[in-house]
């Protein structure tokens, strides 16, 4: 059963340079209890969609077409109060930046409990113990005496535990997590991503992972969506997009490095697009090793390559047949 149904998703940016396409059709489902990776380069559209379900796009941003259902309900056509109540309760977001995304002028427990007494209508005492036990359970240590410190009293692994903790402050039932471990050092990423898996089993809630980190794909999540300048190029389940991976997603793999292999990485050649003025026909052709004359004028459509394996190339028939 689908918790999260996005169909047709597009989100532009009213600039006075022109418009920017940050999601241009963008369709994909997120089953319940499972972990999602929504992956792809920098600019593909990756945060523009969690902001987009969330309802938080920044101005001038805006969602111009597309359907977002949540349990079968229409997200877009909510008034705002009620998507007020609606966010932390139902759907949560991690942010990338913890440091930023914490008021520096008060402290972790003040900032946690007006959360819990404006959406749960609790007193201050109750609302206090919610914020200590959740913080618990995001393993911040000494959490009856950290929520009377500041955000800069807190490294940058713990302040993202406190974040985690604020996310899943009111039970959520699908959480976004975006590219929570971008600002940390490789061992608090382990550790952050140890406590997600964790969380995930021990809640049982609905996880996209938001990253451009396909090791973290790999190690985390039962099914991935990979986007490319706001376009779904591949969605699968993990084993069927790592064993046959279609033209981006097979050129992403190339780009990364791996320790049981020597062979060499090859970079994918040129930038992601002007989003102003995209390319025609398939928005990765420029860049495409396999690209033919076809590819510079016809959109592909997503097809079903195999079960559960569906991508967005005119060419994938030719080119499983041939790998």
């Known amino acids: 059963m689908d918790i999260l149904n996005i169909q047709n998703l597009k989100t532009y940016f009213f600039t006075e340079a022109g418009v920017v396409k940050a999601l241009d059709g963008v369709t994909f489902s997120v089953e319940k209890g499972c972990t999602l990776g929504l992956v792809g380069e920098s600019g593909s559209g990756k945060s523009v969609t969690a902001q987009s379900v969330m309802r938080i796009v920044p101005k001038p941003g805006k969602v111009v077409d597309g359907k977002i259902f949540f349990e079968g309900e229409d997200i877009l056509a909510k008034k705002e109060d009620a998507m007020q109540d609606f966010r932390g309760k139902k759907i949560s977001l991690i942010f990338q930046d913890p440091t930023s995304s914490l008021n520096p002028l008060f402290t972790i427990g003040d900032q946690l409990t007006d959360i819990v007494i404006q959406h749960d209508k609790v007193n201050r005492g109750q609302a206090v113990n919610q914020v200590i036990k959740t913080l618990e359970i995001a393993r911040l240590p000494d959490p009856e005496e950290s929520i009377d410190r500041y955000p800069h009293q807190f490294s940058g692994g713990m302040k993202q535990r406190i974040c985690i903790a604020r996310a899943l402050l009111l039970n959520p039932q699908?959480?976004?997590?975006?590219?929570?471990?971008?600002?940390?050092?490789?061992?608090?990423?382990?550790?952050?991503?140890?406590?997600?898996?964790?969380?995930?089993?021990?809640?049982?809630?609905?996880?996209?992972?938001?990253?451009?980190?396909?090791?973290?794909?790999?190690?985390?999540?039962?099914?991935v969506v990979v986007l490319y300048a706001g376009n779904v190029m591949e969605i699968g389940d993990i084993n069927a997009v790592f064993e046959k991976p279609q033209p981006?997603?097979?050129?992403?793999?190339?780009?990364?490095?791996?320790?049981?292999?020597?062979?060499?990485?090859?970079?994918?050649?040129?930038?992601?697009?002007?989003?102003?003025?995209?390319?025609?026909?398939?928005?990765?052709?420029?860049?495409?090793?396999?690209?033919?004359?076809d590819c510079k004028v016809k959109k592909p459509p997503i097809e079903e390559v195999e079960a559960s394996h569906m991508v967005a190339c005119i060419r994938w028939h030719e080119l499983n047949g041939g790998r």
């Not at 929570?180 to 990423?189: E, F, K």
């Not at 049981?260 to 040129?270: A, F, Q, V």
Request: aromatic share 6%.
């Open 248 to 293: 981006y997603t097979e050129a992403l793999f190339k780009a990364v490095p791996r320790m049981d292999e020597t062979m060499k990485l090859i970079s994918i050649p040129g930038n992601i697009p002007n989003m102003i003025e995209p390319p025609s026909g398939c928005v990765f052709h420029p860049r495409c090793q396999y690209a033919i004359g």
């Open 174 to 223: 699908l959480l976004f997590a975006d590219e929570p471990t971008t600002n940390l050092d490789v061992t608090i990423q382990a550790q952050i991503i140890a406590l997600l898996k964790d969380l995930q089993k021990e809640i049982g809630m609905t996880l996209v992972m938001i990253t451009h980190d396909m090791g973290i794909v790999a190690d985390m999540c039962e099914r």
